[in-house]
T-cell receptor, first 112, second 116 residues
Framework: SQQGEEDPQALSIQEGENATMNCSYKTSINNLQWYRQNSGRGLVHLIL?????REKHSGRLRVTLDTSKKSSSLLITASRAADTASYFC????????????FGAGTRLAVHP | NAGVMQNPRHLVRRRGQEARLRCSPM?????VYWYRQLPEEGLKFMVYLQKENIIDESGMPKERFSAEFPKEGPSILRIQQVVRGDSAAYFC??????????????FGPGTRLTVL
């Protein structure tokens, strides 16, 4: 089964609202990362949170990590239409050698 | 400092042909990773290379796929005798450090392979 599964699979909100995406994983990790992918494009790294951290902020982004529940959440506050994209969590360190294991992603649509 | 470069950005091949995908890591990065993304799915790890060494190829199909990262030049992902199921976006990522410590990976724009 897949490490790193996001929910919801799709999320539709209005500009100005907050968007929360969740990620669960199965094995132990060194860190968890969140990426954004615009349609048909490459991945943009958003934030990395290490296994000994519980919360991290970057601009309008807030990431939490609960290693006891093997879960993470990404909160985007005051969303904008430009935030429309797919968001992926990726874990590292569960199987060695820093390979990233991605979930299937959450497709976020922010309507003006 | 240029980011990770991949070429070509789009590649069309007929069944049975060979596909060669190139990746130039960021300057100073000696660790390269290849991932494959099928439509509407997340990325799947394929292979991790350092200069002249394959470190982890646990995600590579056993046949037709190979990867290299020579001392000089870009990393190459080679797919022989392509089939329609190989149609996907192939992403390369690089990092300055590897190992098991976990570090940010910087992704290229991807190569979109279409097999007719």
């Amino acid at each position: 089964s897949q490490q790193g599964e996001e929910d919801p699979q799709a999320l539709s909100i209005q500009e100005g609202e907050n968007a929360t995406m969740n990620c669960s994983y199965k094995t132990s990790i060194n860190n968890l990362q969140w990426y954004r992918q615009n349609s048909g494009r490459g991945l943009v790294h958003l934030i990395l949170i290490r296994s000994n951290e519980r919360e991290k902020h970057s601009g309008r982004l807030r990431v939490t990590l609960d290693t006891s529940k093997k879960s993470s959440s990404l909160l985007i506050t005051a969303s904008r239409a430009a935030d429309t994209a797919s968001y992926f969590c990726a874990t590292s360190g569960g199987g060695g050698y820093n390979k990233l294991i991605f979930g299937a992603g959450t497709r976020l649509a922010v309507h003006p | 400092n240029a980011g990770v470069m991949q070429n070509p950005r789009h590649l069309v091949r007929r069944r049975g042909q060979e596909a060669r995908l190139r990746c130039s890591p960021m300057k100073g990065h000696s660790h390269v990773y290849w991932y494959r993304q099928l439509p509407e799915e997340g990325l799947k790890f394929m292979v991790y290379l350092q200069k002249e060494n394959i470190i982890d190829e646990s995600g590579m199909p056993k046949e037709r796929f190979s990867a290299e990262f020579p001392k000089e030049g870009p990393s190459i992902l080679r797919i022989q005798q392509v089939v329609r199921g190989d149609s996907a976006a192939y992403f390369c990522a690089s990092s300055p450090l590897g190992g098991t410590s976990g570090n940010e990976q910087f992704f290229g724009p991807g190569t979109r392979l279409t097999v007719l």
